[in-house]
């Protein structure tokens, strides 16, 4: 079956540094991922949209200069949060192919 | 009101119990729903998906939905130590490819052996 691969699992950053994370197709091409993000005891909430080889779509809400969404390749799309600050520590997963598959999600600590 | 509505538990239960796990949702247009196993810090894993109305089992699982009511459900039959997670519900207007997911919180549930 489809697997997406996330890397990294687990990242501590300063406050006011960027951040990159990876979302990999490992046995499908998809032109399309999705970046969630999820609170502590809350649901996963749908970012974005990634699209390879255009721009991606953002909910209401998600600031797209804070989250810069990369999918230049069809197995391979980036998430930088740019100017982390404490708030943005979350849960980010993504997901790939039917929609359904999902990484295996990465845990950002902004200290 | 929120689009998904799922108790959050926490759900504990001894080993061998039949488990019950329920959402509701306010969008009459969902028609794709699905049911996740999330372990902690992990990503979800996709249990069970259903389209419309009816009945669907997977060895020890089964997904119930009732678009009447808005009303959905997943059975775990002899539960085991192993089934202990996260389990979230999702739903979604339209068929896979296509996007959105609307999740419930999740209920955390522990089987206890």
């Known amino acids: 079956g489809a697997v997406v691969s996330q890397h990294p699992s687990w990242v501590i950053c300063k406050s006011g540094t960027s951040v990159k994370i990876e979302c990999r197709s490992l046995?499908?091409?998809?032109?399309?991922m999705f970046w969630y993000r999820q609170f502590p005891k809350q649901s996963l909430m749908l970012m974005a949209t990634?699209?390879?080889?255009?721009?991606?779509?953002?909910e209401q809400g998600v600031e797209k200069d804070k989250f810069l969404i990369n999918h230049a390749s069809l197995t391979l799309s980036t998430l930088t949060v740019t100017s982390a600050h404490p708030e943005d520590s979350s849960f980010y997963i993504c997901?790939?192919?039917?929609?359904?598959?999902f990484g295996s999600g990465t845990r950002l600590t902004v200290v | 009101q929120k689009e998904v509505e799922q108790d959050p538990g926490p759900l504990s239960v001894p080993e061998g119990a039949i488990v019950s796990l329920n959402c509701t949702y306010s969008?009459?247009?969902?028609?794709?729903f699905m049911w996740y196993r999330q372990y902690s810090r992990k990503g979800p894993e996709l249990l069970m998906y259903?389209?419309?109305?009816g009945n669907k089992e997977d060895g020890r699982f089964t997904a119930q939905v009732d678009k009447s009511s808005k009303y959905i459900s997943l059975f775990i039959r002899d539960s085991q130590p192993s089934d202990s997670a996260t389990y979230l519900c999702?739903?979604?207007?339209?068929?896979?490819?296509?996007?959105?997911?609307?999740f419930g919180k999740g209920t955390k549930l522990s089987v206890i052996p």
């Open positions: 997901s790939a192919g039917d929609g359904y598959t």
């Open positions: 046995d499908f091409q998809a032109t399309t």
């Open positions: 990634s699209n390879e080889g255009s721009k991606a779509t953002y």
């Open positions: 969008n009459s247009a969902f028609q794709y």
């Open positions: 259903t389209y419309s109305s």
């Open positions: 999702a739903m979604s207007e339209s068929g896979a490819g296509s996007y959105q997911l609307t």
